[in-house]
């Protein structure tokens, strides 16, 4: 069963059980500056679970994409990635424990086929400080449903996962754990939670792999249990009864409605469907990782981190770059750099041809672009970015390591003698002697272009630290120094409402129409900043516009002018507006679910120009006064050009 079967299976599922099918949100959550990625389900769902009606019901599904920049470095063991899709479930005020813990159980064993033999359940302990009492409920339909599939199933305690490692499996099937463990919010713990944030018990679901594969803790040593990181286990889905917020005063109180919030891992799924933990093998990142062997003559069961690394990464930026984050210096942007560049290392090291990452993110793109229809539709710019941070890098990966070798000879290091030879001591820990200083890495950026922790993780790997301090303030310096220069990033929008700015407002849309139908519809706003006196406005497309292509679209834009035609204001569901190809909008996770439609339409009937915006526009495009002219086209960051124009 192939990763995409069982995300189609899963949402078919659902919708049969009443579920209306959403799109996956953004990677970028809209709205929300608390962080820079959707990191689960929920994330876009936060005002509907307070209480918010949803256009769609009480009873939603999708499957989430889903970005853990925590995780960058945790990448290279068999589980960890930093993007993956999150299978999800919701009931706003609907449904709750009994229903939603037998619809997964149920897709698991019906719809997946895993042997409920190897599944094994958490629920919530209680916590009388909180006044929360122990799960009873969840534990007495968990023991139905394994009786139902000739299932004895003990509940057993096990709270602080430091006494499971005592305690161990019991004979259990459902363990009791504590807040730390069964309680779930997206600042964890109900302790760690700030006011206003909601949460609840929640009760997990483990798939066995066998004692086999108990890595850590050290089996033999410590008891493995479900909820341990041991390896043998591993969680494949979390059911959340979100229907506690907490309060100023540190309490909680109930939310207006009983919330079910469910969230699967895809590949983790389809792994426990193989019966083998290493999510990598997994048929949507094993294509991938074949692909990594064909071009590296390599073996992936030698070289299992550069293989995850690269796999992981290159995955990640695809969807990322897909969903409008171009490689840049700072925030999600840096996150793009952080991953491909790291990747470029590793293919580095395993002797992968310069260039072949366009061929990487093609095949992740093919496997995705059925269910992801956007990256079918950005494959160009997603393929051309990439390529381009790959040859960027390339060009100065090889001189950066040079000059890194130089650095670290010139560092004190414990050393010590291996076949006669001298080598770098890494049982002892690094001390400030052996760190690399806030001078030299600051060069490595900006000569080099490594990321800092890129070359922290150098250093470790040779038992060196890095003077992050020094150089962090270094970093500052550079930051203030280019903030006081050229007016780098413009503020978005319009500078008022004054006829001449509405005028420019419209030529915009008139733009960017031109600019999709010349270079592709690849052409998406990504920024925009309008005067009375002109427009500034940056779009995602990767080459310099030629000068042909740029006389096209000043005549696109006075050709619609010179007809003149009515601009038209159709207010509708942002769904219907989003299954619409003729309209555009760059970044539809940032409007309402009602939204309103400009569409403009030459006098020969012509549909020039729909776009979903905010107003306000000239009425009939003959009030746009004047010739409009490109007056500079250059590069704005990767990926992104910025076009200068005026109304002459
Ligand atoms: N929101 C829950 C999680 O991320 C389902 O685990």
Request: glycine residues 8%.
């Amino acid at each position: 069963m192939s990763g995409n079967e069982i995300r189609s299976k899963y949402l078919e599922f659902m919708k049969a059980n009443g579920h209306a099918v959403l799109p996956s949100a953004a990677l970028v959550p809209e709205n929300d500056p608390t962080t820079l990625f959707t990191g689960s389900g929920m994330q876009p769902l936060i005002p509907y679970l307070m209480g918010e009606k949803h256009p769609l019901g009480v009873r939603l599904t999708d499957s989430q994409k889903c970005f853990r920049a925590n995780d960058i470095e945790e990448v290279g063991d068999n589980r960890h990635t930093t993007f993956f899709e999150m299978l999800g479930n919701w009931s706003l005020g609907d449904y709750f424990k009994k229903e939603q813990l037998r619809y997964f159980f149920t897709y698991l064993v019906d719809e997946v086929g895993l042997d409920p033999q190897n599944i094994y359940v958490s629920v919530f302990a209680g916590d009388e400080s909180l006044g929360i009492p122990r799960d009873d409920e969840a534990v007495a339909i968990w023991k139905e449903l394994f009786a139902e599939r000739g299932i004895d199933a003990k509940d057993v305690f096990i709270g602080t996962e430091e006494n499971g490692y005592e305690v161990g499996m019991q004979g259990g099937r459902i363990f009791y754990y504590d807040a730390a463990k069964n309680w779930w919010s997206r600042s964890g713990k109900p302790s760690n939670m700030p006011a206003g944030e909601i949460g609840g018990p929640d009760s997990e679901i483990f798939y066995d792999f066998g004692p086999e594969h108990a890595t850590h803790p050290i089996f033999g040593k410590q008891q493995p249990h479900p909820n341990s990181d041991s390896g043998q286990f591993l969680e494949i889905g979390n059911s959340v009864f979100i229907e506690y917020i907490k309060q100023e005063d540190g309490s909680f109180t109930k939310l207006p409605q009983r919330n079910v919030d469910f969230g699967g891992g895809l590949e983790r799924i389809a792994a426990a469907k193989v019966n083998d933990p290493d999510v990598f093998k997994v048929d949507l990142l094993a294509t991938v990782v074949t692909q990594i062997e064909e071009l590296s003559g390599k073996k992936y069961a030698d070289n299992l981190v550069a293989f995850r690394v690269i796999t992981d990464h290159i995955r990640g930026a695809v969807f990322l770059i897909g969903d409008g984050v171009f490689p840049g210096n700072a925030d999600q942007g840096y996150f793009v750099r952080r991953l491909l560049r790291r990747a470029v290392r590793f293919a580095d090291q395993l002797q992968i041809p310069a260039g072949k990452f366009a061929e990487l993110s093609q095949s992740v793109i093919d496997t995705y672009k059925d269910h992801y229809t956007n990256l079918a539709d950005k494959k160009d710019i997603i393929i051309d970015t990439i390529s381009k941070e790959e040859e960027q890098f390339r060009k100065t990966l090889e001189a950066g390591l040079k000059q890194f070798n130089k650095i670290t000879l010139q560092i004190h290091v414990v050393s010590k003698e291996v076949d006669g030879k001298k080598v770098i001591d890494k049982s002892v820990a690094p001390t400030t002697k052996q760190a690399i200083s806030g001078k030299n890495a600051f060069e490595l950026y900006t000569t080099y272009g490594f990321p800092i922790e890129l070359t922290e993780e150098i250093a470790a790997e040779k038992g060196l630290i890095v003077e992050r301090a020094s150089f962090d303030a270094l970093m500052e310096e550079h930051r203030n120094l280019s903030r006081a220069g050229a007016e780098q990033k413009f503020k978005g929008g319009l500078a008022d409402s004054s006829e001449q700015v509405v005028q420019y407002h419209t030529a915009t849309h008139l733009m960017l129409a031109g600019l999709r139908q010349i270079l592709g519809h690849h052409v998406h706003q990504a920024g925009s900043n309008i005067t009375g006196e002109r427009l500034r406005y940056d779009f995602t497309h990767g080459d310099k516009m030629t000068a042909e292509e740029i006389t096209a679209v000043e005549k696109f834009v006075n050709d619609a002018i010179a007809l003149g035609g009515v601009v038209s204001i159709d207010m509708m569901k942002k769904t219907d507006a989003e299954a619409d190809p003729t309209i555009e909008a760059s970044f539809w996770d940032r409007y309402p679910d009602e939204v309103k439609v400009y569409t403009m339409t030459t006098s020969d009937g012509v549909v020039v120009s729909r776009e979903l915006c905010g107003g306000p526009h000239v009425a009939s495009l003959e009030e746009v006064q004047g010739t409009f002219k490109i007056t500079k086209e250059e590069s704005s960051s990767a990926g992104i050009r910025r076009i200068k124009a005026i109304l002459e």
